[in-house]
């Protein structure tokens, strides 16, 4: 299609006419960034004026920036918590938001064990939807003639709760698909999935995948690019593959889908594409029978030009198994949200994953940053607001922790999320994702912290006392060689007593009170989700965490300032520990998690 110059963008030539138009709105975003965030704050408030939360604050009708931060504390989710309480119990008052509260986005994040809840407004999914627009034209920008073809994506839903009010409580992804946004969207041929609608809905995570990659090898030569939400959930749509090739061989070769598929709008839709096709069968077979899973992406699905997963943060452990998989195809990171808000999208999505980089869209949400200093940390007083920084204020390499405001009634609070800024689009800074503020542990979804960890320590050691045996000492790390992941738990133990010390299935049932301790992302992720693997404890020699104090301090650490890494990724740290240990551990079943959550 020939596209109208007057409409182009600077950001390179539009494949489209739609797409010109998004890249347009892209410049005009980040060109009067400062402006947009005063209006978007301006709008916020001017919309909940008259909600109890800001009312407390005695903002008088204002709706200017200086007002605002000189009157409204920087918060976290603990201080919100009374008020989400009370609106999950049924005050339909105005609360928050002065819009209904439509639903409850529960986050990867957690408080007291279950996941946060963010109250969202029917609004927000147009904002959202928006966002989610912007990203294909960016990308058609990179990767011509992704109209000629599909997308494998491995999408999923995932189980929701209802509060006593009966607002519906999910994550935010299962709600964008659940919506008629996305149920109902238009024909877009850069947008087009193997994966029917009905097959990404089904709440059965082995139906949902079977029936999705069943779709991906129908087909195959089609396929342009392959994906999931983060990196994770690709590498685990491959060891699905492994597990499973031969009876998906099978249903292609009958034409008949597997009885294990129940689900009746699945096996519906699934078998008006599937049809015999002895061909294809012997490809699978072929290509899947002598165990042989480097490349194979790119051998099944030959036409694949990117992978179209989140390899940022805790994913980028994942970055090496999908490599393998893949013949070192191009992983894109396209864009950066979260429960609380969509934050913006990546320009530059070729770029390798260590030079990803998120431009914030100042149309989302009204944004503020502490500036991230170790050293020298920033104090926060909820009695003294703090002057943050505005979007237009940031440096060049500097780091900072985010804070938002949202139309949904989130008032100047802190995601967590520690961003540094590696460049601008025009005013709009580009940010690298560092970390989730406090995050030790991560495998998937789940984000597992220090104080978590020794609270499930504390809880798992309880059973050893029978034995007079403590723990000494331990430490952590994500094991993602496996498929799915696990946590890894090193203890160092005193026996004091070496005559009746712990036997093996009490060092198991040690591994399973600790899943039991562990927050309800990671449970769920465990039980329904089958993300994450059996949590391991490798028992090492007494003497082994000297010798890693040891280490640290010929390497330059100071010995009166040492502590115990409690989670540890150095390969010299990992092999000492591999090389003392004696005994290895895992839960023998999984642990207990459903899909109500206490209110």
């Known amino acids: 299609m020939a596209v109208d110059s007057s409409i182009s963008s600077p950001l390179g030539p539009p494949a489209c006419e739609k797409d010109a138009k998004a890249l347009r709105f892209i410049e005009e975003m980040t060109k009067n960034c400062d402006s947009v965030q005063e209006n978007v704050l ?108 599909k997308g494998l994506y491995f999408l999923f839903i995932k189980a929701e709760s209802k509060t006593p009010s009966g ?86 070769e009958t034409g008949k889908l597997s009885t294990k598929i129940i689900d009746p709008a699945v096996r519906d839709c699934v078998s008006k594409i599937l049809k015999p096709n002895p061909d294809l069968a012997q490809f699978v077979r072929e290509e899947c029978c002598e165990g042989n899973w480097e490349g194979i992406i790119t051998r099944i699905w030959p036409n694949t030009k990117y992978l179209d997963v989140i390899v940022t943060g805790a994913m980028a452990q994942y970055i090496p198994i999908l490599d393998y998989y893949s013949g070192n195809l191009p992983k894109t990171c396209t864009m950066y949200a979260s429960s609380e808000c969509y934050f913006g999208l990546n320009l530059t999505p070729m770029v390798k994953p260590s030079e990803v980089c998120y431009t914030i869209m100042p149309n989302m949400g009204y944004f503020e940053f502490i500036p991230h200093d170790p050293s020298n940390p920033v104090t926060i ?144 992720s465990r039980v329904a989700d089958n993300s994450i693997g059996p949590l391991e404890i490798r028992i090492v020699q007494n003497g082994t965490f000297e010798e890693l104090m040891d280490y640290a301090i010929s390497r330059g650490a100071s010995i009166n300032q040492y502590k115990v890494p409690r989670c540890v990724s150095f390969t010299p740290i990992m092999e000492l520990l591999d090389s003392r240990v004696v005994s290895v551990h895992f839960s023998p079943k999984a642990p207990h998690w459903t899909s109500e959550r206490r209110f």
């Open 42 to 149: 301006s709008e916020i408030l001017t919309q909940n004026a008259g909600v109890e939360y800001l009312q407390q604050w005695n903002l008088n009708g204002a709706t200017d920036r200086e007002t605002f931060k000189s009157k409204v504390p920087v918060i976290t989710y603990e201080d919100l918590q009374p008020y989400i309480q009370r609106i999950a119990n049924g005050d339909r008052s105005p609360i928050l938001s002065s819009h209904p509260i439509s639903e409850f986005l529960t986050s990867s994040g957690t408080s007291a064990g279950e996941r946060k809840l963010m109250p969202t407004i029917a609004a927000e999914m147009d904002r959202r939807q928006k966002l989610y627009s912007l990203l294909m034209p960016v990308m058609n920008l990179y990767v011509p003639g992704l109209d000629k073809g």
């Open 167 to 252: 607002l519906v409580a999910r994550p935010v992804l299962t709600s964008y698909y659940k919506s008629q946004q996305f149920k109902t969207r238009p024909f877009d041929p850069y947008n087009v999935y193997t994966s029917p609608n009905e097959t990404i809905l089904c709440v059965d995570s082995f139906q949902s995948m079977y029936s999705q990659m069943l779709c991906g090898l129908i087909y195959r030569e089609e396929v342009l690019r392959c994906g999931a939400v983060f990196a994770s959930g690709l590498v685990r749509a491959i060891k699905f593959l492994q597990l499973n090739w031969q009876e998906l061989a099978c249903d292609i």
């Open 381 to 524: 007083s909820r009695d003294q607001p703090p002057h943050l920084l505005d979007l237009a204020d940031l440096e060049l390499g500097k780091e900072y922790e985010l804070v938002i405001s949202t139309y949904s009634g989130l008032c100047r609070y802190r995601v967590g999320d520690i961003l540094q800024v590696k460049g601008f689009h025009n005013s709009a800074p580009q940010f690298k994702f560092i970390r989730r503020k406090n995050v030790l542990l991560s495998i998937d979804a789940d984000k597992t912290d220090e104080t978590e960890l020794q609270s499930a320590v504390e809880n798992a050691s309880e059973l050893l006392k029978e034995f007079n045996t403590t723990v000494v000492e331990y430490t952590s790390y994500g094991d993602t060689k496996t498929i799915p992941g696990h946590y890894v738990i090193y203890w160092e133990l005193l026996v004091k007593d070496p005559s009746n010390g712990p036997t093996d299935d009490v060092l198991d049932q040690c591994c399973l009170a600790m899943e039991e301790s562990l927050n309800s992302v990671y449970r769920q």
